[in-house]
């Protein structure tokens, strides 16, 4: 039975190999595609918190003191938010803020608070 092959046997363990490698190879790339993915989501998402953390800050100290410094810094876990405010105009209000990851990322964005009821009413992210 063993002389009986001719040969079969070495194409077929090929073919089969070929396509095994192929499609691990096609399943390996996505693979690296949705950790990347996951990567940039979970960076997206972890500068919308601080920009929300730092602009509820902002409105607890509007509450608060009513008066907000030209100038300050929140200091984050992986990051450093920077805000600058500018001189109110009327009842509002225009506030920079400026979001540097320790991983090298800035992002910058802006918000506009109402100044008699202590709330942000418009927010812009610059790009």
Known sequence: MKNNEQGFTYPLTLAMLLLFLSLFSFRVDQLLTERKLAHETNLILQEEYYFHSSVKKVEEIMLLGGVIPSKGTFTYLKGSMGFQ??????TIQKINFTLKMHTGETVVGRGFFDI???KMIKWTEIY
């Open 85 to 90: 405010a500018d001189i109110p105009i009327g």
């Open 116 to 118: 008699t009821s202590k």
